[in-house]
Every structure is written in structure tokens, then in C-alpha cells.
């Protein structure tokens, strides 16, 4: 079975900066997805960024990119210019492409606090 | 377009007793799923469909039920409530032709007493 570990319970990140959240994965298959939801204290879970395994160009959706190491199973979400907005939980979400019943595989999230 | 509704939002459960989370979406999406988030933790997956009539145990079923009568609707089960189930849950749904557009609902908030 697959597992997706988020080391950091809580970052901290000063508005307009920089910060990285780091995720890993286990999985023994090739083709897979890769993703980042966002989930503000309204509940709502948003997607922020997806990657595609077998694409070796990095994702990215505005101030949102990754850095996906396949070979190290490493998926980290970067946030550039920090905004208040973003504070938030952030889960790091795996899928199988092949496996009966598209079912998502979530990390244990990392709280993201953002300082004015 | 509602997408995924949940319904209720909040609910407080004495033990032992029963209720059903209501799920429906209103997309004809094939694939339906059923997670709960417990404080500090990611979502794990409790049941899931992947077209009416069809249901499957994710990582976590125990305690709960599911049934798929309906595309839209996908209603999950609570028999004899427990403490460990307090949680907040949640519904999601997908077409089976995307790689990805996984759509959630809001979440139901459940306290067990």
C-alpha cells in the first residue's frame, strides 16, 4: 500500500517570503499522480498544484511550484511572496493511475502560519 | 452547480445511537468516496463507489455502512455510534475520465458524547 509522510506538523513563514513544505512518498508503481490541497479553517479542501509522474517538468500555478524527485519519492510545495491567504492546512495527496477506484492517499498535513 | 452536498453540517451523536451523513452531487460523477479527518491527521479513506450499485471498505470501514442506489447520492452510515468516531467527514466525488477534479463536499462535523 501507498503511504505520504509530511515531516513538518507546523511552518511559519513571514508575509512575502519564502517557504517550502516538504512531502515523501512510498510506491512501488511508475505511474501515479501527485497533488497539494489546501484546506483553509472553512474546511473546504482546495486543490493548489497536481504533477503527473511521468512528467519531468516541474508543476506550476502561479506563486504555487513543486520539486518532484521521482527517484527519491520527494514532492515539496514551494510558496513564493507568502500571503496572509495562505495560511493554512496543507495535505500532500497521492494517486494511483491504474488502481481500481482512483482512491486519493493523503499525508497527515502541515499547518502553514503566515506573520505580518 | 452545487457540486458535492453534505448534509448535516454539525452534529452531536450520543453513544450508541445511529444517524446517516447525507452525500449527493449533482456532476454524474462515476467515483464517490467517503473520508473522515481526525484532529491533527490526514483523511482516511472509510468507504468508496465507483458507479451505483457498487461499493468498496477503503483503509477504515469499521462502524460504518454505505450504499450507492443512485449515481448522485452516495449516504454513509453510522450504527451504533462510538466516541472514535468523532471526526469530521467528508464526501468527494470524480468522473472516472479526468486524471484528476477530485470535487469535496464541506464536511460534517460529528461529536460522539
Known amino acids: 500500500a501507498q503511504t505520504v509522510t509530511q515531516s513538518q506538523p507546523e511552518m511559519s513563514v513571514q508575509e512575502a517570503e519564502t517557504v517550502t513544505l516538504s512531502c515523501t512518498y512510498d510506491?512501488?508503481?511508475?505511474?501515479?499522480?501527485l497533488f497539494w490541497y489546501k484546506q483553509p479553517p472553512s474546511r473546504q479542501m482546495i486543490l493548489v498544484i497536481r504533477?503527473?509522474?511521468?512528467?519531468?517538468q516541474n508543476a506550476t500555478e502561479n506563486r504555487f511550484s513543486v520539486n518532484f524527485q521521482k527517484a527519491a519519492k520527494s514532492f515539496s510545495l514551494k510558496i513564493s511572496d507568502s500571503q496572509l491567504g495562505d495560511a493554512a492546512m496543507y495535505f500532500c495527496?497521492?494517486?494511483?493511475?491504474?488502481?481500481?477506484?482512483?482512491?486519493?492517499?493523503f499525508g497527515a498535513g502541515t499547518i502553514l502560519r503566515v506573520k505580518s | 452547480n452545487a457540486g458535492v452536498t453534505q448534509t448535516p453540517k454539525f452534529r452531536i451523536l450520543k453513544i450508541g445511537q445511529s444517524m446517516t451523513l447525507q452525500c449527493t452531487q449533482d456532476?454524474?460523477?462515476?467515483?464517490m468516496y467517503w473520508y473522515r479527518q481526525d484532529p491533527g491527521m490526514g483523511l482516511k479513506l472509510i468507504y468508496y463507489?465507483?458507479?451505483?450499485?457498487?461499493?468498496d471498505k477503503g483503509e477504515v470501514p469499521n462502524g460504518y455502512n454505505v450504499s450507492r442506489s443512485t449515481t448522485e447520492d452516495f449516504p454513509l452510515r453510522l450504527e451504533l455510534a462510538a466516541p472514535s468516531q468523532t471526526s469530521v467527514y467528508f464526501c468527494?466525488?470524480?468522473?472516472?475520465?479526468?486524471?484528476?477534479?477530485?470535487?469535496f463536499g464541506s464536511g460534517t462535523r460529528l461529536t460522539v458524547v
Open positions: 510506491t512501488s508503481e511508475s505511474d501515479y499522480y
Open positions: 495527496a497521492y494517486r494511483s493511475r491504474m488502481e481500481y477506484g482512483n482512491k486519493l492517499v
Open positions: 504533477q503527473e509522474a511521468y512528467k519531468q
Open positions: 463507489s465507483v458507479g451505483a450499485g457498487i461499493t
Open positions: 468527494a466525488s470524480r468522473t472516472g475520465r479526468s486524471n484528476y477534479g477530485y470535487t
Open positions: 456532476m454524474n460523477h462515476n467515483y
